[in-house]
């Protein structure tokens, strides 16, 4: 319970809670917006070999369901660099402050690799 109460009274670790608790959110909801703006016929959902400009088939289809694994994605990223941290925090306070921060690059480059596909189609 201790380890908790001062998990929890940490600056810098309720900072970067509380940035990767608005990345994770700020992402869901910019995708599930994006998804619902009605082109449900088809969206890109990989870029393949992109480096080539002489590539054939770069791009795959596919349906909402994959997109909506980014969402599912942040949501799964949150909650285990949350978990992970709090049982990290006893051993030493930088690993639990690494592990939120590699959170805060994994809920950046989901937006980002998110936008990217959306604008695709």
């Not at 596919?62 to 990290?88: D, K, Q, Y």
């Not at 925090?89 to 921060?101: D, E, V």
């Amino acid at each position: 319970m201790a380890v908790s109460k001062k998990y929890f009274h940490d600056h810098l670790i309720m900072l970067l809670l509380s940035v990767n608790g608005f990345l994770a959110i700020g992402a869901s909801l910019f995708i599930l917006v994006s998804l619902s703006n009605g082109h449900s016929n088809g969206y890109i959902v990989q870029c393949r070999d992109c480096s080539n400009p002489a590539a054939v088939n770069k791009f795959t289809n596919g349906g909402i369901g994959e997109l909506l694994s980014f969402v599912v994605f942040a949501a799964l990223v949150l909650i285990a660099h949350t978990v992970l941290s709090i049982r990290a925090y006893p051993i030493h306070r930088q690993l639990a402050i690494a592990i939120l921060s590699l959170g805060l690059l994994l809920l950046s480059l989901t937006l980002i690799v998110g936008n990217s596909l959306l604008v695709l189609r």
